[in-house]
């Protein structure tokens, strides 16, 4: 055993033995790590402002370093922003969950379906069906809140949470993103193997392909989530009633009313810090359904 070490640390030793060299640092992997650095510093700067502003009152909020904590106000900002005004805040809160938790999987369901049929389906008109669905993909949805308020207001939906959910429901790119995915993925020969087993359409659609597609419908129903979350025009046009506002309609109107009340820049400060809090759950929790292999193997029926 020592001869065969002795050995073995003798080859190791020559200039042409399998001793270990470091790897090579090319300059194009330094500058894209320090690429990556900066755009990390570049995102999460403003993630930690607003985490560091969070903790200060109104007077310290502007006359201390901006970048570092001073006068630790946290739980005194929490108590007023959830009881200013009878607390409000949750209403608002509650109604962006309502609005995004709902408007999210409604919009995923009909993008689903709508991009099976069109992929696996065929029909006259298909092909123009589909382009007019790309067209909807490059409309602001800025450029729609004023034709659906005219709509609306017709049937007298505005001022509602119908006023706001409604549109939700409608996701051109979720469509797109459903077309593509289902024409890849789900065979044609499955789908026959289902149809023989005496499996109806709606079965098949059911238990094959959303079973299949589901990593394309978490990726569209996170995409409609942040989208519906985030609105802010629509509910603009649409609603009057400020119990009906999400939150980040909510909380413009208090940084409106900032000279009658000062303390209410904090309070909007912390309350878009939490208004954060449930995308960053969301995209954590679904997270895991990013994979693939969920065709592997037969699906029973």
Known sequence: MTAVSADLRNR?????????????????????????????????????????????????????????????????????????????????????????????????????AAGYALAKYDFRGRQLVFSVILGGVLVPGTALALPLYLLLSKISLTNTYWAVFLPSLVSPFGVYLARVYAEVSIPDELIEAGRIDGAGEGRIFRTVALRIMSPALVTMFLFQFVAIWNNFFLPLVMLSNTSLYPVTLGLYTWNNEYGQAPQLVSYVIIGSLISVIPLVIAFLSLQRFWRSGLAAGGVKL
Do not use: E
């Open 12 to 112: 190791a030793a020559r200039p042409g033995g399998p001793a270990r060299s470091r790897p090579a640092v090319s300059r194009s992997g330094i500058l894209a790590t320090a690429f990556m650095f900066v755009c990390a510093v570049y995102f999460l700067l403003p993630a930690w402002w607003l985490i560091v502003s969070s903790t200060k009152g109104p007077s310290t909020l502007y006359s201390s370093q901006g970048f570092w904590f001073s006068q630790f106000h946290l739980a005194s900002n929490l108590t007023g922003l959830f009881s200013y005004d009878g607390g409000i805040y949750w209403h608002w809160l509650l109604n962006t969950l309502l609005y995004a938790g709902a408007g999210a999987l409604g919009a995923t369901l009909l993008a689903a």
